[in-house]
């Protein structure tokens, strides 16, 4: 049987908790559901400064050596669920340092978890199963003296009888430390979330420019009737990290836009779903006409060029698809942006953009992207319909180049014809800094059958000038799990630059730092991706075959685009 097992001030009623993700004080990403392959898993509810913390801690800490010498097949994980008043990540590292836990600490800034859960005081504990996500036993660690040790042995014998898979009889106990300080609940009662003037305003910003009439999400966020059927979906998608998409760790780096909910935003959607999402009014935001958006948000491109048009069957699986346009540019053009005018919205996934020596020899659909003679200059994905460089900056476009294409598409339940334009604008004035490409990739990869957290490495030849780090564009298929990139320096000094902790193959996104980022002379830059090629990978084909690197979506990549500007 598999087991998640969580200490904590937890209670809910009917013993589900539902599923949910987290990162630890490290950025790693944890889902429970993920864990489903595993016999066990346990956490503890703490915060720093706190005796009963502590103390549960180190409970916890003994029980999880306990089981190692008892049987090294025993496959459960430990976990800590910070509760504490200041969730900051550098913080919650130094109070994990300073108590020596190894254990890793997820960090509930929204408070989500801990009110679904329904806690209420540090040193509670919870045993959960990561497949169907029910509470299997619920009791407490951290007391002192004889009631701290029948804490732990009742803990114990609640594990053996889930690990043999019998019910659970053992004895709860009541926690004894202090209660959790709800901020954000205490701020939304005071205040009663409004849908007219919180939520509506939320979705649209956040939501409500993918989820639209015939477009790529599964429905169309246009009225509070629609948001409140799918409001338990929603609730599900938060939680677990996958909504909004393509989230990057916001603790890393300095970008425009981490695609994360903040957490009071958080705090307050999850609130009102779990108030029945009223509407409370008759007037209705999302039920209002949206403007019409002008089909090139820049203006008049200065050279519109079509994208082959792509005939699609009604349901299937569309692999990758490579083509290509030409140019005939009369001259060198500088590059300064790219914008998207989608043909089928409802079908377009993603389209890469490379510059093809137009001269290169064509003998498979392979070579229109060969990086010897392809160069990445952009990417689309929903929601993103214009790609503009940093001011001060533009790509050379030469004349003896053509344009090749790597697009992916969903079916939609119909067959469609997908008839998608670039529209490339152009500056006459020779720019401070040109656009540049690093494409970190690892062709030799090769990720053993079943394998849960296999990583893959490479590294970047060494920069022989300043440059600017401007974005970064990690790129793999459906066994990728997470993905970082670290900055070498000349002295040695390494420095984390992105932490893509959740990677979702079906949201490639571009991630914009606010301002470039100075990378002297003598950086290489390192790529790690780490792959679940197992059954709990909800997006793994098949998790009983080794995989290698390949462009269709069955294989696996490892490309890592980073978009730098070099100083002219």
Known sequence: MAVLVLAGMLWIDAHASGDFALLDQHGQFHQLSRYAEHDAVVMLVMADNDDTSMRAASALRQIQQQLKQQSSDVRVLFFLLYAGTDPDRMAVQSMAAAQNVDIPVLIDEAQIVLTTLSARHLGEVFVFDPGSQDVLYRSALGATGNIGEEQA????????????????????????????DYHFRRQLQAQPVSYQHDIAPLLQRRCAHCH??????????????????????????????????????????????????????????????????????????????????????????????????????ATGVVDFLLESADLSLPEDKWLRAVAYDVGDKSVLHSLMIYARDAAAPIEADADLIDPVVSEYVSIFVPGERVDAFPDGSAYLLETNRNLAFKIRYLTSGRETVDRTRIGLYFQDQAPGMTVDSIVIANQAINIPAGAAEHREMAQSKTLDADVYLSSFSPHAHGRAKSMQMTAIYPDGERELIANVANYNFNWQLTYRLQQPMLLPAGTRLEAETVYDNSLANPLNADPDVSVQWGLSDQDEMFNHYVRILRPR
């Open 212 to 313: 639209v009439e015939q477009g790529l999400a599964p429905w169309a966020m246009n009225r509070h009737l629609m948001v409140l059927g799918w409001s338990p979906m929603m609730r599900e998608v938060v939680m677990t990290r996958r909504m909004p998409p393509g989230q990057i760790d916001g603790a890393i780096g300095d970008w425009q836009q981490t695609h994360e909910l903040p957490p009071e935003e958080l705090a307050m959607l999850i609130h009102w779903i779990d108030q029945g999402a009223p509407q409370g009014g008759d007037i209705d935001p999302l039920a209002e006409p949206v403007p019409e958006q002008d089909i090139w948000p820049l203006g008049e491109p200065d050279l519109i060029v079509e994208v082959p048009a792509q005939a699609l069957p």
């Open 153 to 180: 042995e009742h803990l114990q014998n609640a594990l053996r009888e889930i690990l043999v898979g019998d019910s659970v009889t053992a004895d709860t106990m009541v926690a004894s430390g202090a209660e959790i």
